[in-house]
């Protein structure tokens, strides 16, 4: 099964942009799965839903970052990324990787997961 490694986390001025990176291993994404995602959870709050990509291109994204954020891939280096714009404190939050074979944004749909990567957005 594929593994994920997220990385790219970080300490970011509000405002300012960050990119997450997710390294897959064990095969490509149209290989392995069908498709990736990214989660988060601030302290205290539920694990949500933030961004998904289709291995054929679809996305799906999170009402509170759409226009913000954009999740895109490099199927060459079986890489997913997070492209994090505009950034606000509320989007503080341990940010997960996770693979699925179906284009949902619940997590108990997703059966492989990162160790996740923390994301600070200071006032």
């Known amino acids: 099964q594929v593994q994920l490694v997220e990385s790219g986390g970080g300490l970011v001025q509000a405002g300012g942009s960050l990119r997450l990176s997710c390294a897959a291993s064990g095969g490509t994404f149209s290989t392995y799965t069908f498709v990736m995602a990214w989660f988060r959870q601030a302290p205290g709050k539920e694990r949500e839903f933030v961004a998904a990509?289709?291995?054929?291109?679809?996305?799906l994204y999170a009402d509170a970052v759409k226009g913000r954020f954009t999740i895109s891939t490099d199927n060459a280096k079986n890489t997913v990324y997070l492209q994090m714009n505009s950034l606000k404190p509320e989007d503080t939050a341990v940010y997960y990787c996770?693979?699925?074979?179906?284009?949902?944004?619940?997590?108990?749909?997703?059966?492989?997961w990162g160790q996740g990567t923390q994301v600070t957005v200071s006032s």
């Open positions: 990509v289709r291995w054929s291109g679809s996305t």
């Open positions: 996770a693979a699925a074979k179906s284009f949902v944004t619940t997590e108990n749909a997703y059966k492989n």
